[in-house]
T-cell receptor, first 109, second 115 residues
Framework: SQKIEQNSEALNIQEGKTATLTCNYTNYSPAYLQWYRQDPGRGPVFLLLIRENEKEKRKERLKVTFDTTLKQSLFHITASQPADSATYLCALGDNKLIFGAGTRLAVHP | DAGVIQSPRHEVTEMGQEVTLRCKPISGHNSLFWYRQTMMRGLELLIYFNNNVPIDDSGMPEDRFSAKMPNASFSTLKIQPSEPRDSAVYFC?????????????FGPGTRLTVT
């Protein structure tokens, strides 16, 4: 069955550093991969979408890579800030999305 | 735009009672999704509609769950009878042409507690 793996342990980093989150998947060849941010008590918020024929996509301080050979996506936040602290979810698919469990990021001043 | 609107925000009910969750998608969006989120299972898709028609309900856990979309601006998710294991946060999301892709816009969720 399709499986998505994200680091279950929280990622703690210092303000100003680059945060890198990983999303690995198996038994799936998605045409699209998305990243969402979720704050406690709120719904997920869309951040970036990358297509299978795109290697990399950027939006302000965010960068996503998509390696269909490794079946992996990396999500980077450069010059991280405490306000970036949240849970980040990886999702595969187009209309029917399969979500990973998410990785909690904590950025410390 | 007000975004996706869900009601109620919190619902506490006793086992065996009927529960109805409501969703108003973003105006102009033609796809609507119902998700359930728990610590154990994460965010799971229950059902989605396209142009008010149910397309995939394979995620609906049991016959106790049903969903309707009578028009483009309203959808309901009903649980009858409710059980303690239905306790979760239920999200509604929408997307559609003009969003640039398949990104989904989520509502604030309904936290359901069944005692």
């Amino acid at each position: 069955s399709q499986k998505i793996e994200q680091n279950s342990e929280a990622l703690n980093i210092q303000e100003g550093k680059t945060a890198t989150l990983t999303c690995n998947y198996t038994n799936y060849s998605p045409a699209y991969l998305q990243w969402y941010r979720q704050d406690p008590g709120r719904g997920p918020v869309f951040l970036l979408l990358i297509r299978e024929n795109e290697k990399e996509k950027r939006k302000e301080r965010l960068k996503v890579t998509f390696d269909t050979t490794l079946k992996q996506s990396l999500f980077h936040i450069t010059a991280s800030q405490p306000a970036d602290s949240a849970t980040y979810l990886c999702a595969l698919g187009d209309n029917k999305l399969i979500f990973g469990a998410g990785t909690r990021l904590a950025v410390h001043p | 735009d007000a975004g996706v609107i869900q009601s109620p925000r919190h619902e506490v009910t006793e086992m065996g009672q009927e529960v109805t969750l409501r969703c108003k998608p973003i105006s102009g969006h033609n796809s609507l999704f119902w998700y359930r989120q728990t610590m154990m299972r994460g965010l799971e898709l229950l059902i989605y509609f396209n142009n008010n028609v149910p397309i995939d309900d394979s995620g609906m856990p049991e016959d106790r769950f049903s969903a309707k979309m009578p028009n483009a601006s309203f959808s309901t998710l009903k649980i009858q009878p409710s059980e303690p294991r239905d306790s979760a946060v239920y999200f509604c999301a929408s997307t559609g042409t003009g969003t640039g892709g398949y990104e989904q816009y989520f509502g604030p969720g309904t936290r359901l507690t069944v005692t």
